[in-house]
């Protein structure tokens, strides 16, 4: 998010330029123009600012509420006397005193210097001067600022701005001697902040007003923080629930398909039992045709059944004829002997031992 165009990255660059307090009045004013029109001008009354224009030996001054400015007096060189006599300062004072220059008071110049000298920019324009301009250092006032980079970043854009020193030294001393001193020299149509006083020459900040500026600034930068976060904290936790519920459903889910596929399992189970137990013969049907095709002097000892595996054993008149009997049988298959038949003497019947297959007849 961007405030306004006093907000750019190349000011926040020249932090060893600009002293903190500055800085925080910047951000101030930046914030202060996100305020509805009527607090704003609320808050330019409680601080408005002193605006002298000279024009030769005379003076206007403006009272400078916010973007407003009114006319509230005059001034001149040649009468003496405080200030204050020519227009009543407010009761809180004023929060500043400008001396707005006309623009063609002032020479402004692009030049490029190397990246290296960002930290010391005033310092190294200061020798500098005499040959970007036709002025020497001494004979000048002169400000500047970073408005961009050039070469791949190895080059600063740099704004400079010059006046002479004897276009308005004359007003510097005539407000110091009036009680009022000028903490600010600009001229019209000048970059934000722009200040050609010297660092020295411009009065120190009241440090109890600079800490309270500091607080208040401090706290609105907070509270806008925190009104631009309050929607992404609410998004984030609305996201949040969204992935719990969704991890709930996704537990769920997965135990509905284990209970699905356990269904399926016993499901599947019985219908398993069941098909094998359609598919496995009945022993009274088993019964019912050994009984209808094995001769009469035929009687069986043992009969045991298994998976369709059948064991007979017993005693018959005619037990060598028992095979091709039992091959006639619906569902019997591979009917034949497990040991020798064997006479006994005592009845004179044959003993047998057979062994066969029987599943359930297919239906005619």
Known sequence: MRLSGDLSLDSLRLVGLASVGELLGRWR???????PPRMRRWLAIREPVLVVLPRGDDAVLMRELGEEREL???????TGGPVSTTVAPPKRGWKETRVELPASAVL????????????????????????????????????????????????LIVSLAVCRRDQVADWLVRLQEGGTQASRLTWAGAWPDANLLLPEERPRPR?????????LVLALVMLITALMASPLWQKQQQQQDLERQLRRLRIQAEEVSVVRQQLEEAREGSTVVLKRKLEQPRVTDLLR??????????????????NGEVDLRGESGQATELIGLLAGVP????????????????????????????SRPKPQ
């Open 29 to 35: 004013a930046a914030l202060t123009r996100c305020l």
């Open 72 to 78: 509230v007096g005059a001034l001149d060189l040649r």
């Open 108 to 155: 402004l110049r692009t030049i490029n210097l190397p990246v290296q000298v960002k930290d010391n920019l005033r310092k190294v324009l200061a020798f500098e001067i005499d040959r970007l301009t036709p002025f020497q250092p001494a004979d000048v006032r002169f400000d500047a600022r970073v408005t961009g980079t050039a070469a791949r970043g190895a080059k």
């Open 207 to 215: 440090r109890f007003g600079s800490l309270i500026t500091a607080s």
């Open 289 to 306: 045709d050994l009984t209808d095709r094995l001769p009469d002097d035929t009687w069986a000892q043992t009969l045991n059944v298994n």
């Open 331 to 358: 569902g019997i298959s591979g009917a034949s002997f497990r040991s020798p038949v064997m006479q006994v003497g005592a009845t004179g019947q044959e003993r047998f031992h057979i062994a066969f297959t029987y």
